[in-house]
Every structure is written in structure tokens, then in C-alpha cells.
């Protein structure tokens, strides 16, 4: 099947930028997405963007794709404790299902005062 | 806008019993459910796609017989868990598809539903 792949951990200091990168094999992707997810609660969707784009940007959250390389990152600028969290990279996928979603491991994003 | 919820939230059972866990868009349609399932540590695995009013479709590998989704309606997906087993236990989280955003490929998801099977 497809493959996302993430790093695991990601530590910043508060007010610094935090990068975080995921990689994908399906070729065929059309739309990839970030989710965040707190502790013991659901999938936020965070962002997403077109394969046709290379670059989306929303307040503190820029997002860039090299569709060439198959990577993707998120950029969190001025990163604050709230945005302690793990994060996803996904993928939509043309799988069993339609619209279902490939996702990777999530970067557990820790913030250090 | 866009919010959906999951019943229960948690849930014990023992082996051997049949759980059912609730998915509902409480303030859109949703003619698209997907369930996933999500191990310690680990990612979501995409279990099946419920499409109001059809069979679902399962991912290989995902035992139709024991994992039964039920889409009667177009806020409500149900899934039940058939004769638990402790393997079975693991974060269950529903997600669902806005009929209106035609086009969009925005999906919601509900806050998750922990299962452990004693």
C-alpha cells in the first residue's frame, strides 16, 4: 500500500519556528493534509492543500509541497505551548474506500519553555 | 460548524460481548463515514467507508463479519464490534464527509472512542 512517513519527535523552544516534514510515496495524491491531535481527544484538521500548489499560507501556518520530491512540511511560526500536540501528515488515496485517508505516524511536537 | 460527535467515549467489555459505537454529524450531513482505528502510538488505520444507505466498503485486511457498520441515516454511522477480544481494544474515531461542500475533501472528525475488551 502507500506509504507516509514522519519523524516521530520534533522539540522547539517557545517563540521559535517549528518545521515539521513528511514524505509519500503515492504519486497520484491530489490533496495532503495536516492534522493535529491533543491528548486523548479526536483529529483536527489543520490545513490541507492542493498537489497543484506548492505553497499555502494561514496566519501562523505555512504549508509546502514539492510534488517532485514527495514532501511535504509544516511550518509553525512562533510556536507557543498550546501547540503542543502530535501531529499528521495524510494523504488522500484512491483505496477501497473513497476519499479515505493514508496517514502517517504523527510527530509528536514537544515545546520547551 | 462541522462537528461531530462519537458515543461512547469510552467503553469496558468483557471477551466474548458486542459493543456498538455511535457516529453522528451533528450539525451537517454527512453522506460519507469512515471509520478508523488508531493503536497506542501508532497511526490511523482506515477500517471502511460508509455511504448512507449502502453496504460499507472494508479495507483488506479488516474482518467484515466482526466489525459491522451500519450508515441508516444521514447524521448517524454505527459501528459494532462483534464477540470482543482483547486484541480488539484500541481508539476508534470516526470521521465524516459535508454533503453540502460539493467537491470538498474536508473531513471531521469525531473525538474518538477508546475500547478496551477485559
Known amino acids: 500500500g502507500e506509504d507516509v512517513e514522519q519523524s516521530l519527535f520534533l522539540s522547539v523552544r517557545e517563540g521559535d519556528s517549528s518545521v515539521i516534514n513528511c514524505t509519500y510515496t503515492?504519486?497520484?495524491?491530489?490533496?495532503l493534509y495536516w492534522y493535529k491531535q491533543e491528548p486523548g481527544a479526536g483529529l483536527q484538521l489543520l490545513t490541507y492543500?492542493?498537489?497543484?500548489?506548492d505553497m499555502k499560507q494561514d496566519q501562523r501556518l505555512t504549508v509546502l509541497l514539492n510534488k517532485k520530491d514527495k514532501h511535504l512540511s509544516l511550518r509553525i511560526a512562533d510556536t507557543q505551548t498550546g501547540d503542543s500536540a502530535i501531529y499528521f501528515c495524510?494523504?488522500?488515496?484512491?483505496?477501497?474506500?473513497?476519499?479515505?485517508?493514508?496517514f502517517g505516524k504523527g510527530t509528536h511536537l514537544i515545546i520547551q519553555p | 460548524g462541522a462537528v461531530v460527535s462519537q458515543h461512547p467515549s469510552w467503553v469496558i467489555c468483557k471477551s466474548g460481548t458486542s459493543v456498538k459505537i455511535e457516529c453522528r454529524s451533528l450539525?451537517?450531513?454527512?453522506?460519507?463515514m469512515f471509520w478508523y482505528r488508531q493503536f497506542p502510538k501508532q497511526s490511523l488505520m482506515l477500517m471502511a467507508t460508509?455511504?448512507?444507505?449502502?453496504?460499507?466498503?472494508?479495507e483488506q485486511g479488516v474482518e467484515k463479519d466482526k466489525f459491522l457498520i451500519n450508515h441508516a441515516s444521514l447524521t448517524l454511522s454505527t459501528l459494532t464490534v462483534t464477540s470482543a477480544h482483547p486484541e480488539d481494544s484500541s481508539f476508534y474515531i470516526c470521521?465524516?464527509?459535508?454533503?453540502?461542500?460539493?467537491?470538498?475533501?474536508?473531513?471531521?472528525f469525531g473525538p474518538g472512542t477508546r475500547l478496551t475488551v477485559t
Open positions: 470521521s465524516a464527509r459535508d454533503l453540502r461542500l460539493a467537491g470538498a475533501y474536508e473531513q471531521y
Open positions: 503515492d504519486s497520484s495524491s491530489t490533496y
Open positions: 492543500i492542493f498537489s497543484n500548489m
Open positions: 495524510a494523504e488522500k488515496y484512491s483505496g477501497g474506500g473513497a476519499d479515505g485517508l493514508t
Open positions: 450539525d451537517f450531513q454527512a453522506t460519507t
Open positions: 460508509s455511504n448512507e444507505g449502502s453496504k460499507a466498503t472494508y
